[in-house]
């Protein structure tokens, strides 16, 4: 007879708990039946999650990004979770994301999708969750240059967001050449000057890097305070 796989024992465990008095275990169960259920418990799972009070929702979402773990189907089933639910608990999902989400993934994609249509506000907490890995996933570039142009308060958000992706040495010639380009916008300027300086894997052409090496630079800096972010465009001098 086979032994049960961890996966199954944790299903097991975590099926002892959901119903809890206490919402916080159950919040913890319910996310690790999300994790390790049947296809079927994964998503009810997660719907009785967010139902939960806040704090207790908040708590699981944290102490699952905290393992340091990829959990895909996890991620799966919180990305479906940011169609329905409160807005309170909404950034809270999104964070747990971007945290337990493998490289590469397809869930990226979607997420770049599902947070843009919800709204700026939406898309820019994304970016800042994103801008605390250690690598922020190059398959969130071309979302994240789309909002860095856009003229809504938020485009500084995705500064330091491109600037900590190790992107190919193809798509930094690309925006090299965006950067010296006299029709572009000073303001993209500055801030494509910021992420290219960050950049190692890249050779410029003798006008990109002049106009890489000459003029100001502009990123955010960003406060953190739970899921709220304040962040604040800086321009400094070369």
Known sequence: MALPSYEEERAVEARRFVGSA??????????????S????ERASAIQGLISLPV???????????????SNEPLATEL????KYGSDQSYYGRVQAITRITPVPSPVWKALAATVE???VKASASAANFLRDLPKPPTAMAFWALQNLQ???????????VLAKMEMPARMVSGLAEQMADPETKPEYVERLRYIIRHQKNAQFTPEQQRALDAGPTKHAL???SGTAVACSEVKRRN
């Open 22 to 35: 206490d919402p916080k275990l159950d919040a913890y169960a319910r996310m690790a039946l999300a994790s």
């Open 37 to 40: 259920g049947t296809a079927g």
């Open 55 to 69: 704090e207790a929702q908040e708590a699981a979402y944290d102490a699952i990004g905290r393992t340091g773990e």
């Open 79 to 82: 990305l479906q979770s940011l």
């Open 117 to 119: 249509s919800e709204g």
């Open 150 to 160: 856009k003229d809504d308060g938020y485009g500084a958000y995705y500064s330091s």
């Open 222 to 224: 960003c406060e953190q």
